[in-house]
């Protein structure tokens, strides 16, 4: 079993910046891949970040890229998401999610293991 749980929401200003972290534990030694993915109001959960744990390829959403790092520390076992030149688009929930097998890392249905989400939001 794998439990995650995220960090590091809250309220900044648009152009701020904000760090996310996801302490994952259990059977991490089986994870493929992690990600995030993120909720707003009335929308569809949407890909926004993700990274193969063991060989730290990284992979963005169009709508992140240049603005958001993702990384981890895999000896702390823990993800993170370095976000910067906060827009208030980017206000929803986040989700830190892990994949234990390969598959389309932008496709959340292909991750098994979910964290419980934290609210970032972005003011104008």
């Known amino acids: 079993q794998v439990h995650l749980v995220e960090s590091g929401g809250g309220l900044v200003q648009a152009g701020g910046s904000l760090r996310l972290s996801c302490a994952a534990s259990g059977r991490t030694f089986s994870f493929y891949a992690m990600g995030w993915f993120r909720q707003a109001p009335g929308k569809e959960r949407e890909f926004v970040a993700a990274?193969?744990?063991?060989?730290?390829?990284?992979y963005y959403a169009d709508s992140v890229k240049g603005r958001f790092t993702i990384s981890r520390d895999n000896v702390k076992n823990t993800l993170y998401l370095q976000m910067n030149s906060l827009k208030p688009e980017d206000t929803a929930v986040y989700y830190c999610a892990a994949a234990t097998a390969p598959g389309i890392l932008s496709r959340q249905y292909d991750y098994g293991y979910w964290g419980q989400g934290t609210q970032v939001t972005v003011s104008s």
């Open positions: 990274i193969k744990w063991r060989i730290g390829n990284t």
